[in-house]
């Protein structure tokens, strides 16, 4: 179990998705100052299709088909329906309401929202099981949420910065409720629950976690003057990539001690 857990295996991501999300992600803010505000919507349309295609290409290359689709098929309904289901009466997240800039959705819920948590989620996952060891029990659950709810220290602030959602009662976060942060861990938690995850390709998924980490970091502030949300987010992420790190150079540590070739 341990060399599929090393943090070193081959790095054999979809470079040609992976390179056009980085270039969306940094075209962004420079089109946002030629363009206007009105490119918004579709950079970030643009940048979690690219994302999220980039993460099914790597499930898929690594589970086949069939398991890949099986996922799909599994976490984009199932997170549409909990982000209907907290838009439309305030659990888990709070109460909030989406608005009609991020086009299309269906029974007011954004199209990309189920895309968002598909992207995320599985690095997320990976991050867990290197912490965890591979385990697939409550810690891999609790950490793998905890990894993706850390994402949304960075996305919710800038979102509402942006008016795609709104809450009826701004909280102490950056403007975002506090209870909005235990919907996510709860919504992640139960989704991974109801997914149980195989094997993962960690490598690759934890390098689209770290790249995420560092983008969001320096784009807020850079770009955003958003250094709060950068600064919260840079943390809460990179506790997380640092931990991982230090669980996978503990296992091969392990791997490659005395005991371990008796």
């Known amino acids: 179990m341990l060399d599929r857990l090393q943090w ?13 999300w980085i270039a969306t ?20 349309s643009a940048s979690v299709c690219l994302l999220a295609a980039a993460v099914v290409s790597t499930l898929w290359q690594h ?36 608005t009609a800039l991020l086009q299309p959705q269906i029974f007011g819920v954004p199209l990309i929202i189920p895309l968002a948590w598909l992207m995320m989620l599985p690095p997320a996952w990976a991050v867990a099981s290197l912490i965890t060891g591979g385990r697939r029990d409550w810690r891999f659950v609790f950490v ?9 220290l960075f996305l919710d602030p800038q979102m509402v910065g942006w008016g795609y959602w709104v809450w009826a009662t701004p909280g102490g976060y950056f403007g975002i409720p506090w209870v909005n942060f235990g919907g996510w861990f709860l919504g992640a938690a139960l989704l991974t629950m109801i ?36 600064l919260a987010g840079g943390v809460g992420m990179g506790i997380f990539l640092l931990w991982a790190y230090l669980r996978s150079q503990q296992a091969i540590s392990l791997q490659h001690s005395p005991q371990s070739l008796l």
């Open 195 to 230: 997914i149980r995850p195989a094997a993962l390709p960690h490598a690759r998924l934890i390098t689209i976690y770290a790249v995420t980490w560092f983008l969001q970091t320096v784009g807020q502030f850079v770009f955003w003057q958003m250094p709060g949300p950068a």
């Open 144 to 152: 793998s949420a905890a990894a993706f709810t850390a994402w949304d």
């Open 63 to 98: 589970w086949g088909a069939w398991a890949t689709l099986r996922l799909v098929l599994l976490l984009a309904p199932l997170a549409w329906g909990l982000e209907w289901l907290g838009s439309n009466t305030g659990f888990p997240f709070g109460v909030y309401h989406y």
């Open 8 to 20: 070193r295996d081959r790095i054999d991501l979809p470079w040609g998705l992976v390179g056009a």
């Open 25 to 44: 992600m940094i075209a962004i803010p420079l089109l946002r100052w030629t363009v206007g505000d009105a490119v918004l919507h579709w950079g970030v």
